[in-house]
């Protein structure tokens, strides 16, 4: 009877023992993956409040094709619309050379028959039709911003200004233009371009009545919107 009762208490003690490492296992194993848990959640919060993030473009060694869309925006008498072209390489990522191939429609409005009739020297304008310049670009903004949603977009900002002919009803003008444009990064090759640009040329103007010719510096403020495409796609990335 004695070793029937010891060997049912060493068959309890067992069973204890067994049950008891098990649940510290259990325990265990739930307070690692508790832990796992908040490891993620923090990494989670952290990936959301980065300030510093890595640039998803680069376009240095790169070549953009801009179409554009062109619109004047300071002229009263002539309204002045149009397409055309730009076709830039990037020397260095903040650093680029472009050319710009622009046409020019022109409308005239009803502001001109108005100060006809109520002011007979109004000048007579040689409108302008097309120009072409060479320009730099130099992009030293860059940032992004986020609307509504957890989506960042990427943009960044450029100067530009250079040389080139505009070409009017009375012939070729030396010509100098400086602007502002926006870049938005939609994929690392698909940009929306905006900017607005001054067209600056010398012309000579005649006054109906009296016919007098005179010189007038014209500026030719134009709105420009337009869709970049970066080639080649793919780029080498490099902390800029």
Known sequence: MRILHRFNLLVLLL???VGSGAALAEEAKKSKKESKSKKESVE???DRIKSVQKK???KKGRWELTPLFSI????AFYQKMGGGAAFSYHIADALGVELQAIYVGTVQTDMVG???QANQALPKVSRLQYYLTANLMWSPFYGKL???TDEIIHFDAYLVGGFGLAYTETGSKFATNIGIGLRYFATSWLVIKIEVR???YTEKLT???QRTEFSDVQNHVMLTAGISFFLPVDFKYEYQ
């Open 15 to 17: 069973v204890f023992t």
């Open 44 to 46: 989670v919060r952290q």
């Open 56 to 58: 998803p473009f680069i």
């Open 72 to 75: 004047s925006l300071n002229d």
């Open 114 to 116: 108005f100060f006809q």
């Open 146 to 148: 986020s609307l509504f």
């Open 198 to 200: 001054d067209i600056i």
């Open 207 to 209: 006054l109906d009545v």
